[in-house]
């Protein structure tokens, strides 16, 4: 597994994680929800190494973190940052190859280009591969990551670990549910470990196994993903009442949030609302 436990991260003075205690199991799909500033972003960050916690413990397999050499963990954690920037004008099939360094160490084979063209594939971007990244949309870029991920973690029978920040944000609705199910499939088809920052309970709802439920930089549960059906933790959660449809062939209720007139003149209200 990769784990948290009792993990903080301080800035300056101010804590943004308190205690976190999380893990991410093979198999299984974690969606981590809560409002804006609720500390998902850097629960990841700790997850991926990219931040080191002020005190208590990541591991990744029941090592330490920090006891991984890069190439080793990137061969097992692959992670789809909420922002990517690249101003190199690469062909599309040289940015998702950048996912195989940690295998091939600079001499891509054949079967490294393979993999790569299998996930263009995968993220409904076949017929990509000699376009320029710079000459792409946002969410166009934003698969390209998907598929760069996705080769950086195959080919490999260890335990892996996909990690996504907010992958959806720049996704129109159909691509939300492609790389949705995609996570899906690596969890359940090929036993990867999956954790997943979203805004939209509903997706969360349709996708996860499992939810964590943060605010204030803190867990307020973490369980299965029917824990969304209970109102008064979504409410506690983003501050804004909620409602619940059910909906013929499918398993959760939808999710919907009715604010009141007076969150309707609090912007971060207004906010929080947009993302359910």
Do not use: C
């Given at each position: 597994?990769?784990?948290?436990?009792?993990?903080?991260?301080?800035?300056?003075?101010?804590?943004?994680?308190?205690q976190?205690?999380?893990?991410?199991?093979?198999?299984?799909?974690?969606?981590?929800v809560?409002?804006?500033?609720?500390?998902?972003?850097?629960?990841?960050?700790?997850?991926?190494?990219e931040?080191?916690?002020?005190?208590?413990?990541?591991?990744?397999?029941?090592?330490?973190?920090?006891?991984?050499?890069?190439?080793?963990?990137?061969?097992?954690?692959?992670?789809?940052?909420?922002?990517?920037?690249?101003?190199?004008?690469?062909?599309?099939?040289?940015?998702?190859?950048?996912?195989?360094?940690?295998?091939?160490?600079?001499?891509?084979?054949?079967?490294d280009?393979?993999?790569?063209r299998?996930?263009?594939?995968?993220?409904?971007?076949?017929?990509?591969?000699?376009?320029?990244y710079?000459?792409?949309?946002?969410?166009?870029?934003?698969?390209?990551?998907?598929?760069?991920?996705?080769?950086q973690?195959?080919?490999?029978?260890?335990?892996?670990?996909?990690?996504?920040?907010?992958?959806?944000?720049?996704?129109?609705?159909?691509?939300?549910?492609?790389?949705?199910?995609?996570?899906?499939?690596?969890?359940?088809?090929?036993?990867?470990?999956?954790?997943?920052?979203?805004?939209?309970?509903?997706?969360?709802?349709?996708?996860?196994?499992?939810?964590?439920?943060?605010?204030?930089?803190?867990?307020?549960?973490?369980?299965?993903?029917?824990?969304?059906?209970?109102?008064?933790?979504?409410?506690?959660?983003?501050?804004?009442?909620?409602?619940?449809?059910?909906?013929?062939?499918?398993?959760?209720?939808?999710?919907?949030?009715?604010?009141?007139?007076?969150?309707?003149?609090?912007?971060?209200?207004?906010?929080?609302?947009?993302?359910?």
């Amino acid at each position: 597994m990769l784990t948290l436990k009792d993990v903080s991260v301080r800035f300056g003075r101010r804590e943004v994680l308190r205690q976190v205690t999380l893990d991410v199991r093979q198999g299984s799909v974690l969606a981590i929800v809560g409002e804006n500033g609720a500390g998902k972003s850097t629960a990841l960050r700790v997850l991926a190494g990219e931040l080191t916690p002020t005190s208590g413990d990541a591991s990744l397999d029941g090592l330490p973190l920090r006891r991984w050499s890069a190439a080793e963990a990137a061969r097992r954690r692959a992670v789809v940052p909420q922002h990517a920037h690249l101003t190199f004008s690469f062909q599309v099939l040289d940015v998702v190859l950048l996912g195989r360094f940690a295998h091939h160490r600079g001499r891509p084979g054949p079967d490294d280009e393979r993999y790569a063209r299998s996930a263009l594939r995968q993220v409904g971007l076949h017929g990509f591969e000699e376009r320029r990244y710079t000459q792409l949309s946002g969410g166009e870029r934003q698969r390209v990551h998907v598929a760069r991920t996705l080769a950086q973690l195959s080919g490999s029978s260890s335990p892996r670990y996909w990690l996504l920040d907010e992958p959806t944000a720049s996704l129109d609705i159909a691509h939300r549910h492609t790389v949705l199910r995609l996570a899906g499939r690596l969890a359940h088809d090929d036993a990867v470990g999956v954790a997943v920052v979203l805004h939209d309970l509903n997706l969360a709802a349709r996708y996860a196994d499992r939810v964590a439920v943060m605010k204030d930089g803190k867990i307020l549960q973490t369980g299965p993903v029917e824990l969304l059906t209970d109102a008064s933790l979504v409410e506690t959660a983003f501050g804004v009442p909620v409602r619940y449809a059910s909906v013929p062939g499918r398993a959760l209720p939808l999710m919907f949030a009715e604010p009141s007139s007076a969150a309707d003149s609090n912007p971060v209200n207004q906010e929080t609302t947009n993302d359910l």
